[in-house]
């Protein structure tokens, strides 16, 4: 099966498990003493962002690039040390 086939599959509980996410949030809030308008305000505000992040065109890195951060070493004398940290 393919991984596009299985999300497919899972989207509906996937909306469900995001629907009582928001529906337990905004009864949070509502028990925290937030009006009505100020939820909606908030989760509007909030889905903005959202909107505004998917949207973002993502650069695509080099290969050599993500190499290079891949396989860098840090320096001897910044490592730390569990046996160090746990001796005392």
Same mark, same amino acid.
């Given at each position: 099966?393919?991984?596009?086939?299985?999300? #497919?599959?899972? !989207? /509906?509980?996937?909306?469900?498990?995001?629907? !009582?996410?928001?529906?337990?949030?905004?009864? #949070?809030?509502?028990?925290?003493?937030?009006?009505?308008?100020?939820?909606?305000?908030?989760?509007? +505000?909030?889905? #903005?962002?959202?909107? +505004?992040?998917?949207? +973002?065109?993502?650069?695509? /890195?080099?290969?050599? +690039?993500?190499?290079?951060?891949?396989?860098?070493?840090? /320096?001897?004398?910044?490592?730390? !040390?569990?046996?160090?940290?746990?001796?005392?």
């Amino acid at each position: 099966m393919s991984l596009h086939q299985q999300s #497919e599959d899972a !989207r /509906p509980q996937i909306e469900e498990s995001l629907q !009582r996410a928001l529906s337990s949030a905004k009864a #949070e809030l509502k028990d925290r003493g937030w009006t009505k308008e100020e939820i909606a305000t908030w989760f509007k +505000k909030l889905s #903005e962002r959202t909107r +505004k992040r998917a949207n +973002k065109e993502v650069k695509k /890195p080099s290969v050599d +690039k993500v190499f290079e951060v891949v396989t860098r070493r840090a /320096p001897a004398n910044t490592l730390r !040390r569990k046996a160090h940290m746990s001796c005392g």
